[in-house]
């Protein structure tokens, strides 16, 4: 069944962001399921042929790793796991890549890590090496460098999913495409014969996370939970998501064709600039300001800049040209922007107004703390 609504977001995802879990990629005992490794490579290879660029997000490093080294449990010490990455990646990559060449087409590997977003210089870099990779038409397969990453291989949030959401937004693609073991979001525990697949989502708030049932497992990080927050990020940020199964054949070609699968997540108003995608949802903040009630609805719902007078609180240590968080009088981050002041000098002058900073400094830089042009809403 196609739906008007779902046609129209296809028609208009000219570059798609596939991300893929380890669970679909894997067998019952972690090893690396061949199969279907070369069934999503064909598949990917029709979308090419249709004029659609693909940008792949896989995991299955550490799964592919364990298969390869006979082992039955996920490592659960930091070396052990790095290594088993290592070993997993160039199978991972190796398969991707055999696969692709029967089709005529170039898989290329690019690794990543929070930092190479988080610095802007490396973040440019990044974007203009995949815009060249899709310009060529080969398929760039992104992973987390688990090997010399560190928090990462130890969160629970599923790091890939928020990855997969980040490169979405670093190269603009219309749609993330979130590929699970489940066929999307229900509307209670997807093993209970009564709970329903829900058709789209239009906010991500509470209630909609309020569904969420997650289950540990030994070799996946991810979860229903982590997808919705790589969601969030990207929906946020003006792009659709879809959340399906990766195990259903031919799930990309029907999203691609408008047909009703998974759950689609609904973009949130006009597709933000660059920049502010990266203010917003990548970089991580050194900090945070906790606002009054009339800053934080001034910022939020008025986009106005961030003036002295309305912040209450200074959290962390941080520099001039530091991104931080801004927080509501309740903890609840509202946005996020690029401060002109460090964290001692706003310490100094929280809760003035703007012709004391210069007092209370010795001079005054600047009228704003944060200018709305530096600004992004997160909430």
Known sequence: MTDLLRQEIATAAHTIVVKVGTRV?????????????????????????????????????????????????????LPHLQAVAAVGQSH???????????????AAQVLLT???????????????????????????????????????????????????????????????????????????????????LIDSVTRLDESVYALVRDKKSGLSKGGMA??????????????????????????????VSGEVIGTLCLARGQALPSYKRW????????????????????????????LAIGIRDVTGEFAKGDIVALHDPQGVEVARGLTNYTSAELQLIKGLKTDQIAVAL???????????DNMAITR
């Open 25 to 77: 990629l894997t067998h019952s005992n972690g090893a690396l399921n061949e199969e279907r490794v070369a069934g999503l490579a064909e598949e990917l290879h029709r979308l090419l042929a249709r004029g659609r660029k693909i940008v792949l997000v896989s995991s299955g490093a550490v799964g592919a790793g364990m298969g390869q080294l006979g082992l039955s449990r996920r490592p659960a010490d």
């Open 92 to 106: 991972l990559v190796q398969s991707y890549d055999r696969a692709l060449r029967s089709h005529g087409r170039h």
């Open 114 to 196: 929070a930092e190479d977003l988080d610095d802007r210089v490396r973040y440019l870099n990044v974007r203009n090496t995949l815009r060249v990779l899709l310009e060529y038409g080969a398929v760039p397969i992104i992973n987390e460098n688990d090997t010399v990453s560190v928090e990462e291989l130890q969160t629970t949030f599923g790091d890939n999913d928020r990855l997969a959401a980040m490169v979405t937004n670093l190269i603009r693609a219309p749609l993330l495409v979130l590929l699970s073991d489940v066929a999307g979001l229900y509307d209670g525990d997807p093993a209970d014969p009564g709970s329903k």
């Open 226 to 255: 982590s997808k919705l927050n790589a969601a969030r990020i990207a929906t946020s940020a003006g792009e659709n998501v879809i959340i399906a199964s990766g195990r259903e054949p031919g799930a990309l070609e029907k999203i």
């Open 279 to 306: 203010i917003g949802f990548t970089v991580q903040p050194r900090g945070a300001l906790v606002l009054d009630e009339g800053a934080a609805r001034a910022v939020e719902q008025q986009g106005r800049s961030l």
């Open 362 to 372: 010795g001079h005054r830089p600047y009228g704003e703390v944060i200018h709305r």
